[in-house]
């Protein structure tokens, strides 16, 4: 299947610093990607659909100011988590859809911590 | 909106056993059904999917789904599993052509003892 990567997989950061967070599609083309926020022992929820060139669309209740998204080509799309706070403490996962097709391949995720 | 329950959160099973996983959606229009699989320390895997056609669907490593529309269920089932299906279960669905994100159930944490 295709792969997706992301980077890093790990991070700390101080409460008020900002974190980027990559999403790579290594074999393929994606139309469409997808972010995911999953929280301890619970299911993985939607925060925006980003399209090539075009503006994400973030889900309800997702902020679009502390959660920017980036989908800067075809094979990379960019979340960045703005002055974050421990709450936004999470596991943040990404998925692609590649050009054509109806699945989505998921990245391997990336465990945020805010102290 | 969509939303999806699976019902059983843990499941403890022997080697051989079968399996099934129950899966309920709440959406009033058509969907399109997936399952997922999470083996530990890797990323989510798909299963098998439904879109249309013969609602009994055959995944891989011997899992199938079947879509009952007036049940709203997509339950998961192998007849025979193995210590390697060790893993979290994500049943999911979406909408439209399958280019919108995934509304997830809870998953279910599948241990298989030897």
């Known amino acids: 299947g295709a792969v997706v990567s992301q980077h890093p997989s790990r991070v700390i950061c101080k409460s008020g610093t900002s974190v980027k967070i990559e999403c790579r599609s290594l074999?393929?083309?994606?139309?469409?990607m997808f972010w995911y926020r999953q929280f301890p022992k619970q299911s993985l929820m939607l925060m925006a659909t980003?399209?090539?060139?075009?503006?994400?669309?973030?889900e309800q209740g997702v902020e679009k100011d502390k959660f920017l998204i980036n989908h800067a080509s075809l094979t990379l799309s960019t979340l960045t988590v703005t002055s974050a706070h421990p709450e936004d403490s999470s596991f943040y996962i990404c998925?692609?859809?590649?050009?054509?097709?109806?699945?989505?391949?998921f990245g391997p995720g990336t465990r945020l911590t805010v102290l | 909106a969509q939303s999806v329950s699976q019902h059983n959160h843990h499941v403890i099973l022997s080697e051989a056993a079968s399996l099934e996983l129950g899966c309920n959606y709440s959406?009033?229009?058509?969907?399109?059904l997936f399952w997922y699989v999470q083996y530990p320390g890797q990323h989510l895997q798909l299963l098998l999917k439904?879109?249309?056609?013969?609602?009994l669907v055959k995944g891989i490593k011997g899992f199938e789904a079947e879509f009952i529309k007036s049940k709203f269920s997509f339950n998961l089932r192998k007849p025979s599993v193995q210590w390697s299906d060790t893993a979290e279960y994500f049943c999911?669905?979406?909408?439209?052509?399958?280019?919108?994100?995934?509304?997830f159930g809870k998953g279910t944490h599948l241990i298989i003892q030897p």
């Open positions: 980003s399209n090539e060139g075009s503006k994400a669309t973030y």
């Open positions: 959406y009033g229009g058509t969907v399109n």
């Open positions: 439904y879109f249309s056609g013969d609602p």
């Open positions: 998925s692609e859809l590649p050009r054509g097709t109806d699945t989505q391949y």
């Open positions: 074999d393929f083309q994606a139309t469409t």
């Open positions: 999911a669905v979406n909408s439209g052509g399958g280019a919108d994100g995934l509304t």
